[in-house]
């Protein structure tokens, strides 16, 4: 069996992955305002795909939830910091909840994931700079690789075959590995304690709960992709599922102090 029969997605994946890498190393090394937007854009798109999942959502809707969310996103994150951040995004989120239509409770749950895990990506490169925000990508990255590959290489039993079909304990378990791969090469760079060997796991399984927990939110609108924005990816949300749970796994470490030890080397 050739490679493009084994993997008959992987020609689109790659393109479009290789298009997303160059756009976001370049706001990642210009840092400030231009990756603030960037991520703001990101959090506008999945706000407009959440927003039309619910049964019945109207269009107009979504496309303003997903205006306004970036927009939140972008001025509360460059322009407020701390508790004082996270209070304007949760004012933010319970007042904008009511566009998410019926059945809202599970969208209104991601579209806080959405809303707090982008803020956390603009609070790791603006508080942390961007090795460690490299760092939380090629976790993220280096999961989704293992479990794409492991996963179709080995097979074996699925991890929850009702909510996700597709990934195996075998490719969530090399995602571990790969993840742990990557924080023995990040800790001298960063000048990181043995602790970001537990840390790197850690937003590992952040990571693929998030990536869960989106395939859990599809299957309970009846839909196949978020979308059909990003070519053999499906949508922005397809995309980036894995980055929410790690970004907001993050950010929660940081704000609770968790990471003190580990960023400081200890």
């Known amino acids: 069996m050739t490679l493009a029969a084994r993997y008959p ?15 976001g190393a ?36 979504a496309i303003a939830l997903g205006l ?12 407020l910091a701390g508790a004082v951040a996270l209070g304007a995004i949760a004012a933010a989120w319970a007042a904008l909840t009511t566009a998410l239509g019926g059945r809202r409770a599970p969208f209104a749950a991601y579209f806080a994931l959405i809303l707090f895990a982008g803020h956390g990506l ?23 690789v293992a479990g794409y ?10 991890l929850w075959p009702r909510v996700s079909p597709k990934k195996t304990w075998s490719g ?3 995602g571990w590995v790969l993840a742990l791969g990557v924080g023995a090469a990040f800790m001298a760079p960063l000048s990181a304690g043995a602790g970001i060997l537990a840390l790197s796991v850690v937003i590992c399984m952040a990571g693929q709960a ?5 395939s859990a939110l599809k299957r309970h609108a009846g839909v196949k992709d978020s979308s059909a924005l990003i070519p053999g990816h499906g949508g922005v949300m397809d995309r980036f599922d ?8 993050f950010l929660i470490l940081a704000r609770t102090g968790a990471l003190g030890p580990i960023v400081g080397g200890g």
């Open 122 to 144: 603009i609070v790791v490169r603006a508080e942390f700079g961007a090795a460690w925000l490299l760092w939380l990508i090629a976790v993220v990255v280096a999961s989704d």
């Open 210 to 214: 998030g990536d869960i927990a989106e």
């Open 68 to 79: 306004v969310a970036g927009l939140v996103v972008f001025f509360v994150s460059r322009h």
């Open 26 to 61: 370049l706001a990642l090394w210009l840092g400030g305002v231009w990756f603030q937007l960037l991520a703001a854009a990101a959090v506008g798109a999945m706000s407009w795909e959440t927003g039309r999942m619910p049964a019945g959502a109207e269009p107009a809707r």
């Open 242 to 249: 894995a980055m929410l749970g790690a970004a907001l796994a």
């Open 172 to 174: 969530t378990i090399a």
């Open 9 to 23: 997605d992987l020609g689109p994946r790659v393109a479009s992955a290789a298009v997303m890498i160059a756009v």
């Open 149 to 158: 590959f492991a996963g179709r290489a080995l097979g074996g039993p699925r």
